[in-house]
């Protein structure tokens, strides 16, 4: 029929090596391997290194996040008051990377899980973690940018991936910049206000 002949001729035309062909075999082996739920010969060994090896690298990522933020660490999403001797703005270390590199760790460390145990279930909660500290991680963000003004704000321009480290990958990703130039410019217009109120006040 007319289809079948079209599709055979869309099939044939073009110069072979020019019409896409490995973006073609690299889906349809990614489609097999999906179904047969392994790579063959390397699959194993892909589970029993890589796995293990996320696992390693979140921990390790995760501790050294702890370290550098110190007398700063806590549960919750809101900073320390520096006016206790317990606050300060962290920007160093695995900080001068990421700005939120626990998270990072967390999410590398439950990927790396996910991949051992072979666990589709455990690989969705692991995104579902992610978007929770993602949202959590803006939180904390806007806090921050209370608790210290210009000076995060100047941080989120200079380190602007927030979980991924997209910079590192060489990636197009975190927005980080964009929205730093934003909450700058919100700041300045909201100091602008209060420094007119004020003289407004003083007269």
Known sequence: DNLSVAVKENIQSGDV???????VVAQFSLLLF???????VVGDALSFTLGPGLVGVGLVVVY???VDLGTNLSPWPTPADPNTGRGSLVDTGVYSLVRH??????????????????????????AALYLVLD?????????????YGKEYIFYMLKVQDKIIPFSLLSVDGDDGGNKA?????????KKKKENAEEKKLED
Do not use: F, N
Not at 34 to 40: D, E, K, N, R, S
Not at 137 to 146: G, I, N, V
């Open 135 to 147: 949202a959590k991680a803006d939180y904390e963000e806007s806090k921050l940018m209370e608790t």
């Open 34 to 40: 999906i179904a047969l739920g392994t790579v063959p």
């Open 17 to 23: 090596g020019e019409r896409g062909e490995a973006y």
């Open 101 to 126: 590199p626990m998270y990072s760790g967390l999410i590398l460390g439950m990927a790396g899980l996910s991949v051992a145990t072979d666990s589709a279930l455990r690989l969705l909660l692991t």
């Open 181 to 189: 130039a934003t909450e700058l410019k919100e700041w300045v217009e």
């Open 64 to 66: 050294k996040a702890a």
